[in-house]
């Protein structure tokens, strides 16, 4: 199985940019197209954004785009999310997955999650 680990998170004022990353372990990290989502306390975990296998198509929840941009590495293993331009309702934590779109939007492929990174951004 692949193995998620985020990383990058952290306290920010509003205004300023965080740039996380998603190390993915296995050698099948290219088949899958991967995303990003978040979870603010009290809330339901939502899409944030999303990138094809090859790196040449995304795909961004209408909060974020414009500020945020996704990428991928796939020598490296790794997914990014650079976010610009940070709200302070962007807190939350960060979870990377494998996604696939399907009736309901965008949804994990794996039937499991990483410990996610904390993104804090502050007035």
């Known amino acids: 199985q692949v193995q998620l680990v985020e990383s990058g998170g952290g306290l920010v004022q509003a205004g300023g940019s965080l740039r996380l990353s998603c190390a993915a372990s296995g050698h099948t990290f290219s088949r899958y197209a991967m995303g990003w989502f978040r979870q603010a306390p009290g809330k339901e975990r939502e899409f944030v954004a999303a990138?094809?296998?090859?790196?040449?198509?995304?795909d961004y929840a209408d909060s974020v785009k414009g500020r945020f941009t996704i990428s991928r590495d796939n020598a490296k293993n790794t997914v990014y999310l650079q976010m610009n331009s940070l709200k302070p309702e962007d807190t939350a934590v960060y979870y990377c997955?494998?996604?696939?779109?399907?009736?309901?939007?965008?949804?994990?492929?794996?039937?499991?999650w990483g410990q996610g990174t904390q993104v804090t951004v502050s007035s």
């Open positions: 990138v094809n296998w090859s790196g040449g198509s995304t």
């Open positions: 997955n494998a996604v696939n779109f399907g009736p309901n939007g965008y949804m994990n492929e794996l039937g499991y």
